[in-house]
Each structure stands twice: as C-alpha cells, then as structure tokens.
C-alpha cells in the first residue's frame, strides 16, 4: 500500500469530522470538510476501502479502520505538536496556526515528532483550546455546550473553537473571541445571532459561527 498525502487528507478529515460533527460521517460531510467534490470522495473512498482503510456501510456511514485510524491519529498528534511548537516556541499568532501546521504535518519525521513530544509533552491543549480526539459528545459531557446555546444573560468562558476556517478565526480574534476569552451572551435575536459583550466591546455573531465555538458556563 502506498500512502499519499492525499490519503492521509481524507483519514485525518474523516477522524476530525467524528469529533466535531454531532452525527454519522458520510462522503458529504467529507466534502464539505476538504472542499472537494463528490466525485473526488467517491474515488477517494474506493481507494481506501481497497487499502482497507475505512469502512462504508449500506447507508454511507464512514468508518475508519484500526489501520486507518492509527494513520490518522498520527496525522492529528503531529499537527497538534506543530501548531504550539509554532505558537509556544516561536510566537505565531494564535488565528494562522492551522494553516501552516497542514503545510508541513506531513513533513514530520519520527524523530522530529519525537523531540517536539519530550518539549511540549502530549496532554496540554493547541492554542484553539483543542485536545486531541476530543469528540463533540466528549465535550458535552465534560459541561461544555456550543456558544449558540447559552443562555441569553449568561456569563461564558471560550474553552475552544473550530480552528479549520482561518477567516473566521481572524474574525474571532478582531472581534476578542479568544480561547479563555470571557463572554457575556446579552441577547439571541429574531434575525438568528446572538448579541455578546467582551469587556467593552460588542458585537453581533450568526449561529453558524457561534456553533464553532464552545464555552464554560461561569458561576
């Protein structure tokens, strides 16, 4: 078997879209994920269905194998490691992480991932306040819920955030939501937003990216 980049792309976007989609994965929820069309899936999928690779079941669900998952695993720890090297070590801000850890994750040799491990260790989060493999139903067990969920009057705290949309981080970073960011929900209007106050800064935030968005309730 021979592993490309492009195959490692589709095992790690389907492993990330079990942990921040709320339902069964399926090849449009990959490509929505990649931003590919669905005849790029489908032929990706047959490919790695023959390397025994995923699993797709009569109703389209996606599953990764043991093989398949290991692979992607890897991809997830190496480009962890990559974005706070980039941000701990060498200051990069926080919003354009993402994009370069995808660049150079599969340049990532055993000993560099090796080194970067014994320097920053496994278990602290990225600076989008995002642990490894941590499903939506893990965070939701652990207390967290989507920013579109709190309560109009609430006072919230930024835990993390989808980090694969580097506009909408820079957005959130014009606007002050940051990870560890304190947040007052003031209002959820008619016209689908939520009206947020950040320190003495307001603004006005849509549901789509206030579901990107996941938050602490405070005391």
């Known amino acids: 078997m021979e592993l490309t980049v492009s195959k490692e792309d589709y095992l790690k976007a389907v492993a990330e879209a079990e942990s921040e989609e709320e339902g069964p994965v399926i090849a449009a929820t990959v490509a929505r994920w990649l931003n590919v069309s669905a005849p790029a899936v489908a032929l990706a999928l047959r490919r790695l269905r023959r390397d025994r690779l995923v699993e797709v079941d009569r ?3 996606i599953t990764l194998t ?6 992607a695993d890897k991809l997830r720890l190496r480009h962890h490691l990559i974005e706070r090297m980039l941000h701990e070590l060498l200051g990069m801000e926080w919003y354009k992480l993402h994009v370069e850890a995808e660049r150079l994750e599969h340049s990532v040799s055993e000993d560099l991932e090796q080194k970067l491990i014994e320097k920053l260790g496994r278990e602290a989060p990225c600076p989008h306040g995002n642990q490894i493999n941590k499903s939506a139903d893990e965070r939701r067990r ?18 993390c955030m989808n980090e694969r949309d580097h506009l909408l981080l820079e957005y959130f970073d014009r606007l002050g939501l940051r990870p560890r960011a304190q947040v007052k929900v003031v209002s959820r209007n008619y016209d689908a937003t939520l009206s947020l106050r950040m320190g003495h800064r307001s603004a006005n935030l849509g549901e789509s990216a206030a579901r990107k968005v996941w938050v602490s309730a405070m005391g």
């Open 59 to 61: 109703k389209g669900r």
């Open 66 to 71: 043991r093989a398949g998952r290991e692979i």
């Open 142 to 159: 652990m207390g967290l819920q989507q920013l579109w969920e709190a309560a109009p009057g609430s006072m919230v705290r930024i835990e």
